[in-house]
Nanobody, 122 residues
Framework: VQLVESGGGLVQAGGSLRLSCAAS????????MGWFRQAPGKEREFVAT????????YYADSVKGRFTISRDNAKNRAYLQMNSLKPEDTAVYYC????????????????WGQGTQVTVSS
């Protein structure tokens, strides 16, 4: 599967962005989808994940209550709605896919997009 993220940009603290991940290739619904982020000089970290049928959703504590992950299997897309953004949310955001069950670590995902930059100004 090929993944392409979009929707990043520059936003002021307190603002919102919606990231989109478009998938092509094999049937989208067989993949667990995840969002990760990587800030300069830091390791890639888990943000959120959603199961194949969107029944199970998990979030990093740092984004819980502010970010919402979703998916539309008919449109082959996953989304990350980000509200109440903070400067510490600044990073490159990646979507990832894997055919295994819910995963929280980058090494557990086989497929990755190229990333989209999110910058939150104070």
């Amino acid at each position: 599967v090929q993944l392409v993220e979009s929707g990043g940009g520059l936003v002021q603290a307190g603002g919102s962005l919606r990231l989109s991940c478009a998938a092509s290739g094999r049937t989208f619904s067989i993949y667990t989808m995840g969002w990760f982020r990587q800030a300069p000089g830091k390791e890639r970290e888990f943000v959120a994940t959603i199961s194949r049928g969107a029944v199970s959703l998990y979030y990093a504590d740092s984004v819980k209550g502010r970010f919402t992950i979703s998916r539309d299997n008919a449109k082959n897309r996953a989304y990350l709605q980000m509200n109440s953004l903070k400067p510490e949310d600044t990073a490159v955001y990646y979507c990832a896919a894997d055919t295994s069950d819910t995963n929280f670590r980058p090494r557990e995902y086989a497929y990755w997009g190229q990333g989209t930059q999110v910058t939150v100004s104070s």
